[in-house]
T-cell receptor, first 114, second 112 residues
Framework: AQTVTQSQPEMSVQEAETVTLSCTYD???????LFWYKQPPSRQMILVIR??????QNATENRFSVNFQKAAKSFSLKISDSQLGDTAMYFC???????????FGKGTKLTVNP | SQTIHQWPATLVQPVGSPLSLECTVE??????LYWYRQAAGRGLQLLFY??????ISSEVPQNLSASRPQDRQFILSSKKLLLSDSGFYLC???????????FGDGTRLSIL
């Protein structure tokens, strides 16, 4: 079964600085998709970024980018120019190609300090 | 554009009472639909998912059930709530393999 591991339960960063959240996953398949979701204190789950495993290029969405290392099964999220509004739980998620389900990590609580 | 509606936002129920949470999606057809539960400060637990009308897959045996009476409607129910049913319930939809799931705003359920 696929698993997703987020090894950092909590992190903090100063406003305007850069922070990287770690995620590793375990699969024997080659066709899959990876996601990062953000859950602010309001608890709404918001999609941050999506990566297709067959694409070499790392996905980017404004201040959010990923470092996708397929051989190492690593999918880290980099947040540049951190803002107070980035304070949230961040979940890494994995979806096997053709599967109906998402497998979520346990999350990393990020606090951006002024 | 697609939107997902989930209600109620907050619910306080006594132990042993019934439950009905509703979720509807607009702007798409034949979506996959999902119910998750999240305990405070914890990750998401998939409860049920549906790939079509009347088709329900249960991930965790428990006191809850789900139904999909219409293409874009997903209902989470219980006949008798337990204290352990307290939590934050999220509905989500997805269109197609490899696509992200999109979540509703959630329901905070407290059992007294």
């Amino acid at each position: 079964a696929q698993t997703v591991t987020q090894s950092q339960p909590e992190m903090s960063v100063q406003e305007a600085e850069t922070v990287t959240l770690s995620c590793t996953y375990d699969t024997s398949e080659s066709n899959y998709y990876l996601f990062w979701y953000k859950q602010p204190p309001s608890r709404q789950m918001i999609l941050v970024i999506r990566q297709e495993a067959y694409k070499q290029q790392n996905a980017t969405e404004n201040r959010f980018s990923v470092n996708f290392q397929k051989a190492a099964k690593s999918f880290s999220l980099k947040i540049s120019d951190s803002q107070l509004g980035d304070t949230a739980m961040y979940f890494c998620a994995f979806s096997q190609g053709g599967s109906e389900k998402l497998v979520f990590g346990k999350g990393t609580k990020l606090t951006v300090n002024p | 554009s697609q939107t997902i509606h989930q209600w109620p936002a907050t619910l306080v129920q006594p132990v042993g009472s019934p439950l009905s949470l509703e979720c509807t999606v607009e702007g798409t057809s034949n979506p996959n639909l999902y119910w998750y539960r999240q305990a405070a400060g914890r990750g998401l637990q998939l409860l049920f998912y549906s790939v079509g009308i009347g088709q329900i897959s249960s991930e965790v045996p428990q006191n809850l059930s789900a139904s999909r009476p219409q293409d874009r409607q997903f209902i989470l129910s219980s006949k008798k709530l337990l204290l352990s049913d307290s939590g934050f319930y999220l509905c989500a939809w997805r269109q197609g393999a490899g696509q992200p799931q999109h979540f509703g705003d959630g329901t905070r359920l407290s059992i007294l």
